[in-house]
């Protein structure tokens, strides 16, 4: 669910507001967009890979947390969901690492494909 949009990282791209599919975000022309929806939120982590400053964190815990941003900041889980999947300036693309990936290459050297 999603829990924290960094107030000093964000830079009010409006991102995430665009790709949320259940309209989870607010947002005023040129401020930082507000969780206004929280339990809409379907957990797809989309806003999170899309923000271009790793300025948000989605949590994959259902229960309610205690959300500080500075710990949060602190242990590098902010944005590392995107960092993961290699989104972002001077990072390197995990897919390769993924075995559907593995599979459909093989795949495609088959004759007929």
């Not at 806003?47 to 947390?65: G, K, L, Q, R, T």
């Not at 300036?89 to 995990?94: F, Y």
Request: hydrophobic residues 35%.
């Amino acid at each position: 669910m999603i829990e924290l949009i960094s107030e000093s990282k964000c830079i009010s791209c409006g991102l995430c507001v665009s790709v949320c599919p259940t309209n989870v975000f607010e947002q005023k022309k040129g401020e930082v967009p507000v969780i206004s929806r929280k339990d809409d939120c379907q957990t797809c982590f989309m806003c999170e890979v899309y923000c271009p400053v790793d300025a948000m964190y989605v949590s994959p815990n259902i229960e309610e947390e205690v959300i500080d941003e500075n710990q949060i900041v602190q242990s590098g889980i902010m944005g590392s969901y995107r960092k993961e999947l290699g989104w972002g300036k001077g990072r390197s693309s995990s897919a390769a690492l993924d075995a559907s990936y593995k599979m459909f290459r093989l795949m495609s050297k088959l004759p007929g494909h």
